[in-house]
């Protein structure tokens, strides 16, 4: 029998390779479905401990470790691997080497960790029953997502995993901690496209143009109203612009308007429905003052939902492998992952590492320029989901 004791000696005896394993992984990004070097760095950590893998969507990588005593059960782990467009400002000896590239999102953690689960599960697979799949997944910050090119490709297949288990860096949370919710978690997130056409001309002669500037601004507000009046008030929705495109000038009026925006909820149902009248008003107020409107949607990831069940077990198996006192409740997240695909498959617990603290200044949210971690984080992370894993396959 695999003891707590055992698997914390191990992933104590551990953590300075993990650190630099984080390290190296922080210093070298790469963008999604970029992820060649980071590809390779984990590949020959695999192939150095005598763990079998198999590539998938051209960058990922899946490894099985199956222990040697007899089980059917299956339990997938998953980390992901890209960095973000991002200009790093932090002076420290691991910072991006890569300007403009940064691990901003934690997956540098995300994949160290893993590869530390690995090395304590390849440890001690003489003495457990059943089989770890490790997902290591490219491109979870670039529509489509990796997540589903992977399940595309059949990750989730030979051998079929019955559960699936994936962490995420918190800096709200402090280091030694994590987190957990149980059922709907994050939010499914769409990209709008929205271009408004009119007719351009000198801003002294309104009445000769159809301007598409004061069109795209009805639209804006109007279609703010498809949340505020057409939403079940219980049910979280967000509709967000973040870029307006008009390239005139103070007194020229353009000839078209470029929008762009997201859209976050957590029904699929009320997502199509919410969609649908979206492009119904913005097309019909386009029309009414003389102009037309091309409203395109990128239809993003899923709304995540950890499955009652073996989340109550993942949370039961870290109380007792960190105490009660450092397992928190989560808030429902209105970010979007493409974990999602994973829990919209199969039985999936995706739960939150605590990276933050004050005094070592990780307290900054992660897409910023200062991001980082408290590195200890790193004592836990990997024992946690090897203790988790082993725990859920019944051992």
Same mark, same amino acid.
């Given at each position: 029998m695999i003891s707590k004791a055992a698997i914390q000696q191990l992933s104590a005896a551990i953590f300075e390779q993990v650190v630099g394993y984080r390290r190296h992984l922080h210093?070298? %990004?790469?963008?999604s479905f970029h992820e060649h070097q980071t590809s390779a760095y984990v590949k020959g950590l695999l192939t150095e401990w005598g763990i079998p893998f198999t590539e998938m969507a051209d960058t990922g990588v899946v490894a099985l470790i199956?222990?040697?005593?007899?089980?059917?059960?299956?339990?997938a782990l998953r980390a992901d691997m890209d960095a973000l467009p991002i200009l790093e400002e932090n002076d420290k000896p691991y910072a991006s080497k890569n300007p403009g590239v940064m691990h901003a999102c934690g997956h540098d953690v995300h994949t160290s960790s893993l590869l530390g689960t690995a090395y304590i599960l390849n440890s001690l697979r003489n003495d457990f029953a059943g089989t770890v799949k490790l997902i290591f997944q %490219?491109?979870?910050e670039l529509l489509p997502g990796g997540a589903s090119i992977m399940i595309r490709e059949g990750v989730l297949d030979n051998p079929k995993p019955q559960h699936i288990v994936g962490q995420h860096v918190m800096p709200l949370i402090d280091a030694g901690k994590v987190g957990f919710r149980s059922g709907i978690y994050m939010a499914s997130t769409d990209e709008l496209y929205v271009t408004v056409h009119g007719k351009g001309g000198h801003g002294a002669q309104p009445h000769q143009n159809i301007d598409p500037v004061v069109i795209a601004s009805h639209i804006i507000i109007a279609l703010q109203q498809i949340v505020s009046r057409n939403a079940d008030p219980r049910l979280p929705s967000v509709l967000s612009f973040g870029k307006v495109q008009a390239n005139g000038a103070t007194n020229i009026i353009p000839n078209e308007v470029k929008i762009e925006g997201t859209f976050r909820?957590?029904?699929?149902?009320?997502r199509r429905e919410a969609k649908r009248l979206m492009r119904k008003m913005a097309e019909g107020i386009a029309e009414s003052m003389g102009g037309s409107c091309d409203f395109n949607i990128k239809d993003g990831y899923p709304f995540l939902i950890n499955e009652e069940a073996l989340t109550a077990n993942i949370r039961a198996y870290a109380e007792d492998y960190l105490g009660r006192e450092n397992v928190v409740d989560l808030d429902i997240w209105m970010a979007a992952e493409d974990f999602a695909y994973y829990s919209q498959a199969t039985a999936a617990c995706f739960y939150r590492l605590g990276t933050g603290n004050k005094e070592k200044d990780t307290c900054y949210s992660v897409h910023t320029p200062r991001f980082d971690i408290d590195e200890d984080a790193l004592k836990l992370s990997t024992g946690l989901m090897a203790y988790a894993a082993l725990k859920q396959l019944g051992n």
């Open positions: 210093a070298n %990004p790469e963008l199956t222990g040697a005593l007899p089980s059917e059960k299956v339990i %490219p491109a979870e909820t957590l029904n699929e149902d009320w």
